[in-house]
C-alpha cells in the first residue's frame, strides 16, 4: 500500500503563487509516473499535470501551461507543483496521484492523496 499525503494549499490573491508538496510513503513502487488533478465544487476531477518516474516526461493540461510546473526529487519520495500566476479559477481541490492505469490524463490511478485546498481570490 502506499500512502500520498498533499500539503501547501491555501488562500491566495490572483497573481500569486504557491507550492504544492505530495510526499510518497509505504510499500516501495519505485519511481512510479505520478500526476496532479484538481476538482472544483460540482465539477469533475480534471488533469493537471503529470511527470514521469525519472522526471524526463512531463504533461500539463492546456489551461496551466506556462504558470504550473510539476516536478519530483525521488531521494524525499516527493513530487512539488509550483503554481504561478493564479487565477480565480484555479480554485480547487488539488489531489496527488500515483501509478496510472489508463492514459495519465484520466482520473484512474492507482493511489490518491486526500487533497489539499487551493482558493484564489479575485
Known amino acids: 500500500q502506499v500512502q500520498l499525503v498533499e500539503s501547501g494549499g491555501g488562500l491566495v490573491q490572483a497573481g500569486g503563487s504557491l507550492r504544492l508538496s505530495c510526499v510518497a510513503s509505504g510499500r516501495t513502487f519505485g519511481s512510479g509516473a505520478m500526476a496532479w488533478f484538481r476538482q472544483a465544487p460540482g465539477k469533475e476531477r480534471d488533469f493537471v499535470a503529470y511527470?514521469?518516474?525519472?522526471?524526463?516526461?512531463?504533461r500539463d493540461a492546456a489551461s496551466v501551461k506556462g504558470r504550473f510546473t510539476i516536478s519530483r526529487d525521488n531521494d524525499k519520495n516527493t513530487v512539488y507543483l509550483q503554481m504561478n500566476s493564479l487565477k480565480p479559477e484555479d480554485t480547487a481541490v488539488y489531489y496527488c496521484?500515483?501509478?496510472?492505469?489508463?492514459?495519465?490524463?484520466?482520473?484512474?490511478?492507482?493511489?490518491w492523496g486526500q487533497g489539499t485546498q487551493v482558493t484564489v481570490s479575485s
Open positions: 511527470i514521469s518516474g525519472v522526471g524526463t516526461v512531463k
Open positions: 496521484a500515483a501509478l496510472p492505469r489508463s492514459n495519465y490524463e484520466f482520473p484512474s490511478y492507482s493511489y
